[in-house]
């Protein structure tokens, strides 16, 4: 196993409500990375924390926000819920050294809005 | 047009059977190329990082062409267990951005 943790493994919330998914990078790893993977789709980019300052994000609004504690431990955050964010939330561990990581994935998150 | 592009699938392919994948990018300036395997309803993995020189890894091998902007992906002797679906990755920048294709299902049939 890649060493990855990720908690809760599921949940389900309300449109509107908030949620704050959690993730535990393996030993070693400076980097978190966090993607959104909707049924029949390759994972999606939100952004990507280094050394607990966020170093690149894809194309997600603002409500969706990051966290990189000391230890390196991530967390997501999703404001205002919404039908079309049910979806297999999955990050990954990498360590960045230049311009190569390889990202090893946690079991992921999945995440339903009713 | 979409940063990486995969052909779907899915692929049913007997057991011992070859079968190759591509997938092609559109950013030029890409430095690192991967394959991931996902099972149903799991994380990716990761299956080979793909060099320019091209890789390979018991019955997988991995080939990038970086005029064309394609990489591929070759299985020799398919195993049952090999069926999942096959990600194909690129990371355009410096390390933070990867992008995933969406995945081509492989299933392999006894």
């Known amino acids: 196993e890649t060493g990855v943790t990720q908690s809760p493994t599921h949940l389900i919330k309300t449109r509107g409500q908030q949620v704050t998914l959690r993730c535990s990078s393996q030993?070693?790893?400076?980097?978190v990375s966090w993607y959104q993977q909707a049924l029949g789709q390759g994972p999606q980019f939100i952004f990507q924390?280094?050394?607990?300052?966020?170093?690149g994000r894809g194309n997600f609004p603002p409500r969706f926000s990051g966290l990189q504690f000391p230890n390196y431990s991530s967390e997501l955050n999703v404001n205002a819920l919404e039908l079309d964010d049910s979806a297999l939330y999955l990050c990954?561990?990498?360590?960045?050294?230049?311009?190569?990581?390889?990202?090893?994935f946690g079991p992921g998150t999945r995440l339903t809005v009713l | 047009r979409k940063e990486v592009e995969q052909d779907p699938g899915p692929f049913n392919v007997p057991e011992g059977a070859t079968v190759a994948f591509n997938c092609t990018y559109s950013n030029s300036a890409s430095q690192s190329f991967f394959w991931y395997r996902q099972d149903c309803r799991k994380e990716p993995k990761l299956l080979m990082s793909v060099y320019s020189s091209g890789n390979e890894d018991g019955r997988f091998t991995a080939q990038l062409n970086r005029a064309s902007q394609y990489i591929s992906l070759l299985i020799r002797d398919s195993k049952l267990s090999d069926s999942a679906t096959y990600l194909c990755v690129v990371n355009a920048n410096t390390g933070n951005q990867f992008y995933f294709g969406t995945g081509t299902s492989l299933t392999v049939i006894p």
């Open positions: 990954a561990s990498s360590l960045l050294v230049g311009s190569y990581n390889e990202q090893f």
């Open positions: 924390y280094y050394r607990e300052e966020e170093n």
């Open positions: 030993s070693g790893h400076n980097t």
